[in-house]
C-alpha cells in the first residue's frame, strides 16, 4: 500500500514493516574519475551515506559492498565516515559482501558492527600494492631525449622515463609500510580477538568467505534479504538509497559540456578502465 494512503488508516489497522536502508557500494576506490567512469570515493558516496543514516525509523543500514580495493586514503575516508554516522545517529551497520572486498574494499567492510559474505565471495588480501611501468628503452628506440628541470634532487623519484634507482624503491617501501601498519590496526581495532592466529592474515593473501569466517575476518555467511528478514521479520523492507545521477551515470555540477571536454573524458575514461580492469584480475574478476 502507498506510503500516503497508508498514513490514513487508523494506526490500530496498520501493518507496520521495518525500513532497512541500503547503500550499494561498487567499483574501484579512486579519487576523481570522469562522466565516463564514475569512480567510488567519499565525495561519490557521501550522499547517498547521509540520507541512509537519517532514516530515523530504521534501527540499522545495510551497505553492500563489491569492490577490489584502490586507493587506501578514499577508502579510510569512506570507513570514517559510515562509522562517524553510525555513532551519531545511533544505528547498527550491518555489511555485505558480494563478489569481493578486498583490499580498500575490506577496509570499507570493517566499519560494519557485523560482516555478512556469500560464501564463494572474496575477503582479505591485507596489504599495499604500487605498480607502474618503465618507459626509459623505449625513448632511446625512437630517438627522443627526455629533459625534466627541477628544484630539489628528489622531484622525479620513481619517474617512470628513467632507470628505477634502489634508493626511489626503498622510499616508496617504507611508505607502503606505514600504510600497511596502519591498515592492520584498523583490522585488530575492529575485529579484536574474532582474528584467528594466521601467519599469511596480513601477508596481502585473500579467500573466500568461507575461509575468511573461520580466519575472523568475517562475522557470517548469507545474504542481504534473507539476513535481514531473519533478523527484523518478514515484514522488513529494504529501501535502496542511491546518488542523483547525471549525465552518463555521474553526479554533475551542471549539464554543460563541450566536444573537446568529452575527447579528453574519453582518454582518461581508457586509462581509468585500464587501471580498474587490473585491480579486478587480480581476484580473478
Known sequence: ?????????????????????VVRLQGAI???????????????????????????????VAISINSPGGSPVQSRLIYKRIRDLAEEKKKRVLVF????????GYMIALAGDEIIA????????????SGGFGFPE???????????????????ILDPFQP??????????????????????MVKARRGNLLKDEPELFSGLF????????????????????????RYGDNAELKL?????????????????????LASGAVAGLAELAEEKALWSRYGL
Do not use: C
Not at 97 to 104: K, M, R, Y
Not at 138 to 156: A, C, D, F, H, P
Open 1 to 21: 500500500m502507498p506510503g500516503f494512503f497508508k498514513s490514513l488508516l487508523p494506526k490500530r489497522f496498520r501493518r507496520e514493516s521495518v525500513i532497512i536502508p
Open 30 to 60: 579512486m579519487s576523481g574519475g570522469s562522466a565516463f567512469r564514475p569512480m567510488l570515493n567519499l565525495a561519490a558516496v557521501a550522499p547517498a551515506l547521509e540520507r541512509a543514516f537519517s532514516i530515523k525509523s530504521a534501527p540499522a
Open 97 to 104: 559482501v558480494e563478489d569481493v572486498a578486498a583490499s580498500g
Open 118 to 129: 556469500d560464501p564463494t565471495s572474496i575477503v582479505g588480501s591485507i596489504g599495499v600494492v
Open 138 to 156: 623505449m625513448l632511446k628506440k625512437i630517438g627522443v631525449e627526455r629533459r625534466v628541470y627541477t628544484s630539489g634532487e628528489n622531484k622525479v
Open 164 to 185: 628505477e634507482k634502489e634508493g626511489d624503491i626503498a622510499y616508496l617501501h617504507g611508505l607502503q609500510r606505514d600504510i600497511h601498519e596502519t591498515f592492520i590496526a
Open 207 to 230: 579467500w573466500t568467505g568461507t575461509r575468511g569466517r573461520e580466519l575472523g575476518l568475517v562475522d557470517g555467511l548469507g545474504d542481504m534479504r534473507g539476513e535481514v528478514r531473519r
Open 241 to 261: 538509497i542511491s546518488s542523483a545521477r547525471g549525465l552518463f551515470g555521474r553526479r554533475q555540477p551542471g549539464a554543460e559540456a563541450s566536444l573537446p571536454a
